[in-house]
């Protein structure tokens, strides 16, 4: 074997040494793999949206999830953990005590945002989006 990898290029070499590490970190070494903690789809609040969402961890990181999101476009449409139950939350309510993940980076398609390190999902209900500027929740998700 080391007469075969002496007669190789330097570059092959590397390249098979670097294809053999992809290989095995890959295969589930030495990477955290993604754990779903919750997931579900949107409730029509003052708009519907279709497509779903999910909470994941890899490792000590967790993300909110959104995939094939379509709802109808908003000024400053925000994404929320509400400590109130997605049938509770409305506009007038919906930022109360909740905690604030991100602007929604378009109100189509797939999006991963991280949650804050530390956040406790035990706090809370339900994900929203909502309208900061009006006062409008879009939807929700129940937790």
Known sequence: MF???KALSKTTRQFTAFF???FFAIAGLGIAQAEELNSGSWQKKSYSAAGSWKIES???QKFLVINNLK???GPNLTLFLSP???SKAKGSNATQGSLKLSLLPSHRGSHKIALPKGTNLSRYQSVLIHCE???KLWSAGQL
């Open 3 to 5: 007469v075969i990898m």
């Open 20 to 22: 053999v590490l992809t």
């Open 58 to 60: 890899e490792g000590e």
């Open 71 to 73: 709802t109808k476009s």
């Open 84 to 86: 109130l139950s997605a």
């Open 133 to 135: 500027k009006f006062s």
